[in-house]
């Protein structure tokens, strides 16, 4: 193991110019805490690997012959990464100053926690309540998608999915985190292993935090390091049929492997039925909308 703290951790797929900016916003201001960045580039169309090879040679560019999603290339990465700490980052992100140090600060200084995820912030300045989260329950779930978590927002029986009620300024332990920004310990790779390359995208990050749980680890919300995350750009949009299917293939194992097992048939019968309904409703939606997104809006 080498002497290095952190590996940052990219995969992208025609998103140069978000890329671009990323990296700037994380080699802006020197850091305390030593890190690299490993960008795994889905075989982008644009101009992605000679921006990397022009203006960012210090980053470690690995090119794949076709898109693979998110969660294999993520693992090449995380494999390749040396640092005591890997960290997911997303390339439509913009980095505040001294985020690093935050999160390695507080992972120093709290040896029982395995995963953290900073404050992520929406374009306009606003919480991206998806960054903490619940494991995605049927009830957290029926309460999401019925409007009943923004009718009682700081109710914990009803918002419990997006953790509505609870303060976005403090510091506290949460169930998942958006893989947008999670900076996890090594340790618990080793334990774990890595992404479960099941899921094609999305839900990969529910599943792993999932993992981390189970096997005993703590996950904490952050708010004094922060990142913003721009949401939807690149691949789900240069494919959003694909994005759409997959968002929604991905829950569909990931409430399998996890929680159908805590819950008798009809329930489990009613969320599958659940997820292809939502599936169609997609689908329909994004055929009819300019604006191309997958999953729900942000925030």
């Not at 997959?246 to 805590?262: E, G, N, P, T, V």
Request: charged letters at 20%; glycine letters at 6%.
């Amino acid at each position: 193991m080498s002497d290095l703290d952190l590996s940052i951790c990219i995969v992208t797929y025609n998103a140069c110019e978000m890329l671009r900016n990323c990296l700037i916003s994380l080699y802006l201001e020197p850091y305390h805490v030593s890190f690299e960045v490993i960008v795994v580039d889905n075989n982008s169309h644009d101009a992605t690997s000679i921006m990397l090879k022009t203006e960012f040679s210090q980053v470690k560019l690995i090119t794949l012959d076709k898109n693979k999603g998110y969660t294999l290339p993520m693992n090449i990465a995380l494999r390749k990464g040396q640092g005591h700490y890997l960290m997911q980052l997303n390339p439509d992100t913009l980095v505040h100053p001294g985020m690093l140090d935050k999160l390695f600060e507080f992972m120093e200084t709290h040896p029982q926690v395995g995963i953290i995820t900073p404050k992520v912030l929406n374009r306009d300045g606003t919480l991206q309540k998806q960054c903490r989260r619940s494991s995605a329950r049927p009830w957290d779930v029926i309460t999401y998608i019925t409007g009943l978590s923004k009718l009682f927002p700081h109710s914990q029986f009803f918002g419990r999915y997006l953790m509505t009620y609870k303060g976005e300024d403090e510091t506290y332990q949460v169930e998942a985190v958006s893989g947008s920004c999670m900076m996890i310990r090594r340790k618990v790779v080793e334990q774990i292993g890595y992404l479960d390359e099941a899921f094609f995208a999305y839900q990969e990050d529910a599943d792993f935090c999932f993992r981390t749980r189970r096997e005993g680890w703590e996950i904490y919300y952050v708010p004094a390091a922060r990142v913003v995350h721009f949401g939807g750009q690149g691949g789900s949009r240069e494919e959003p049929i694909k994005a759409i299917v997959q968002w929604h293939r991905s829950y569909f194992i990931y409430y399998r492997k996890h929680l159908a097992s805590d819950y008798f048939f009809p329930v489990n019968w009613l969320m599958y039925f659940g997820v292809v309904i939502k599936l169609g409703l997609s689908l329909g939606i994004n055929l009819i909308r300019n604006e191309k997104i997958v999953g729900s809006r942000k925030p």
